[in-house]
């Protein structure tokens, strides 16, 4: 950060502020009031900034909620990718559903306003009838977004995958069936479509910039929000 600011004039004032690139909730509360006040030293965070955080159910305490509370946050991903225990066998990622439900609606008690479920379809031993009850688990839910991700096989770049078997995966029409079924049921459920990936609830910020023609994209997904310069800060930032 220090580096950064060496280079630019003035205080940069931040419209959109992102914790990401993985989970940030591994560090502990502490840690994470640190980074944010150290942030604050070098960059003014405007009052009406986007503040967004990605969260692993699985690393993520009361503790953490509370503080991102305090520190308003307002949007919040949380990482889901599939709750059937055998498909998170395969992928080696264990997420206990009723984890996730309770964490989320701690999350609405805290009055975050925004709350996006980060889907994967695409896994290995997902099937259609699996899937459908995965997507009605969320449905049940209701978050604020929905981004559905396709899977990417790459072990090249993502080591960890090397360890799934590729015979699992689905075909590339069984993939399209699973990813059409999805597009059904949150159309069906009063979400709509934003873009080829992204589905948001017609109230949600997302859904009124579509309709007034606001809609942008960037690293993280569209966006409500056009800002003219971005800064990336860490080894897989994208600036």
Known sequence: MALVREQIKGKPSVIQYHWGGGTPTYFTPEQLRWLHETVQHYFTILPDAERAVEIDPRTTSRAHIDLLAELDFNRLSMGVQDFTPAVQEAIHRHQDEALTRTLYEYCRARDLASINFDLIY?????????????????????????????????????GHQKKIDTEELPGTEAKFELFARAVRAFKASGYRQIGMDHFALPDDELSQALDHR?????????????????????????G
């Open 214 to 238: 606001r809609l942008h994209r960037n690293f993280m997904g569209y966006t409500a929000q056009r800002t003219p310069n971005m800064i990336g800060l860490g080894i897989s930032a994208i």
């Open 122 to 158: 695409g896994l290995p031993r997902q099937t259609p009838e699996s899937f459908d009850r995965n997507l009605a688990s969320v449905l049940l839910l209701r978050p604020d977004r929905v981004a559905l991700y396709s899977y990417a096989h790459v072990p090249w770049v993502k």
